[in-house]
């Protein structure tokens, strides 16, 4: 089992539409969680970070942390043709760890 | 403009031979990471430093692969003999933590290592 899974995707999604992206990790002490976007050609750039359960809203994104179930999830709403990109999940397991990254969710919307 | 620098962009070279990358972190940031991304394996963790002493090099192949940061300014990424499964685009990242944690990442532009 990977430390980090997301499904890989495609994600199609309508323009306008919400785009739902999950990812799980497999260590419950993980505490750190960020999402990063990877344009094709580009390095991965943060869109989102988030440290407690519940959700965090950042304009149009939105991430959902419940670390019971060990799934961390973001919603791109209104979703643009310039959010087609490939998406990372990113989990931290404590001070001082690693950073362990999925294999990402590629997301394509289509005007 | 802050942003971590790569170099070199592209790398051309035959099986064998020694490739160096280099990287210069954000002034500031503590803590630089190396990564090497294809498409079958996604992004790896190959080594990170800390306030440059070496934290984890677990993901990186001891007998051919080495990381260093001499300084502050300079992290180094060197594979010594190059084989054709290294082709792969190898990042670096810096940031910044609080409390021993890693925060945001900056990762510079790629290396992207092509070996024949």
């Known amino acids: 089992q990977k430390e980090v899974e997301q499904n890989s995707g495609p994600l199609s999604v309508p323009e306008g539409a919400i785009a739902s992206l999950n990812c799980t990790y497999s260590?419950?002490?993980?505490?750190?969680f960020f999402w990063y976007r990877q344009y094709s050609g580009k390095s991965p750039e943060l869109i989102m970070f988030?440290?407690?359960?519940g959700d965090k809203e950042d304009g149009r994104f939105t991430a959902q942390l419940n670390k019971a179930s060990q799934y961390v999830s973001l919603l791109i709403r209104d979703s643009q043709p310039s959010d087609s990109a490939t998406y990372l999940c990113a989990v931290e397991r404590a001070a001082g760890n690693k950073l362990t990254f999925g294999g990402g969710t590629r997301v394509l919307v289509k005007p | 403009d802050a942003r971590v620098t790569q170099t070199p962009r592209d790398k051309v070279t035959e099986m064998g031979q020694e490739v160096t990358m280099r990287c210069q972190p954000i002034?500031?940031?503590?803590?630089v990471f190396w990564y090497r991304q294809t498409m079958m394996q996604g992004l790896e963790l190959l080594a990170y430093f800390r306030n440059r002493a070496p934290l984890d090099d677990s993901g990186m192949p001891k007998d051919r692969f080495s990381a260093e940061m001499p300084d502050a300014t300079l992290a180094t990424l060197k594979i010594q003999p190059s084989e054709p499964r290294d082709s792969a685009v190898y990042f670096c990242?810096?940031?910044?933590?609080?409390?021993?944690?890693?925060?945001?990442?900056?990762f510079g532009e790629g290396s992207r290592l092509t070996v024949l």
């Open positions: 988030i440290y407690s359960n």
């Open positions: 990242a810096s940031g910044w933590g609080l409390a021993g944690f890693t925060g945001e990442l900056f």
């Open positions: 002034l500031g940031h503590n803590t």
């Open positions: 260590d419950r002490g993980s505490q750190s």
